[in-house]
């Protein structure tokens, strides 16, 4: 066996599966990797200092949330904390649940494949989770939003939306803090057109200003066609929901907490 050429049809083979993209000031890294749902690992790279941070986003840490495991408590605390030990991540700036490291350009290679095989062993901690049958993308918005919020700001579910013409339609939920609110309309991917449709319809007949208004989409930007997230952008701010934080941030800056919630 011609070990050299052997070794070539792997690497080419690797090469080949393995795709970067841009993604802000950064890059997006798909790896020939999948995790037990068949989701691919996508590993973000993005410059820091005098080096690049490199993490998986959190995204092995919110499966597990949106499967009813906690990686913050108990048996999967433990395991989530020797899996980043093990590895060698530095964790910096991460975010909870957020595996990452920093380190220079020579080392990059090394530290995507070490948060790549972090995140997956991580993911695998899905079996620590109680069989349950498959939550609906609009209930693990509101879980996921009243978890953030926690009693700092009310959420409402199936929240009346005020209409121009002076009729009300139910969005998938409410986010208000005495006089500010937002409005968060749930896109399932199930159905992508016709959630798409639905939320594109409700949000520009609304009386509600536009920058109040977010569409929650399942899944990542590389999910959903341009033209899509296109149209939505038009009636409301449009937000991912396997992006990490992303749609916290925003109700964050639309609906800040009480002076007392901060101050704790």
Not at 163 to 192: I, M
Not at 220 to 243: C, M
Not at 248 to 256: G, S, T, Y
Request: with cysteine; proline share 5%; charged share 25%.
């Amino acid at each position: 066996m011609d070990s050299a050429a052997t070794v070539g049809a792997i690497l080419r083979t690797i090469n080949d599966q393995t795709v970067v993209r841009p993604y802000g000031d950064g890059l997006l890294v798909d790896l020939p990797l999948t995790y037990g749902d068949g989701d691919v690992v996508r590993i973000l790279v993005e410059p820091m200092g005098s080096g690049f941070r490199v993490s998986d986003r959190a995204v092995a840490a919110t499966q597990l949330a949106m499967a009813g495991v906690n990686v913050s408590a108990g048996r999967p605390a433990e395991a989530f904390a020797e899996t980043v030990r093990s590895v060698g991540l530095s964790g910096v700036n991460a975010a909870p649940g957020e595996l990452a490291t920093f380190g220079v350009a020579d080392e990059l290679g090394r530290m995507v494949l070490d948060v790549a095989q972090a995140s997956m062993r991580t993911e695998q901690l899905r079996w620590l989770a109680v069989r349950q049958t498959l939550t609906r993308f609009p209930d693990r918005v509101v879980e996921r939003v009243k978890s953030w919020a926690e009693g700092s700001r009310q959420v409402q579910r199936e929240a009346p939306l005020a209409l121009r013409s002076g009729r009300k339609r139910q969005v998938t939920l409410r986010v208000s803090s005495h006089d500010r609110s937002a409005y968060v309309q749930a896109v399932s991917s199930r159905d992508r057109d016709q959630a798409a449709e639905h939320c594109y319809y409700i949000f520009d007949l609304s009386d509600v200003p536009k920058e109040n208004r977010i569409a929650a989409l399942d899944g990542a930007r590389a999910d959903w066609p341009t033209e899509i997230v296109s149209e939505l952008a038009q009636v409301g701010d449009v937000e991912f929901f396997a992006d990490p934080l992303s749609l916290e941030r925003q109700l964050d800056k639309l609906v800040p907490p009480p002076r007392a919630a901060l101050q704790r």
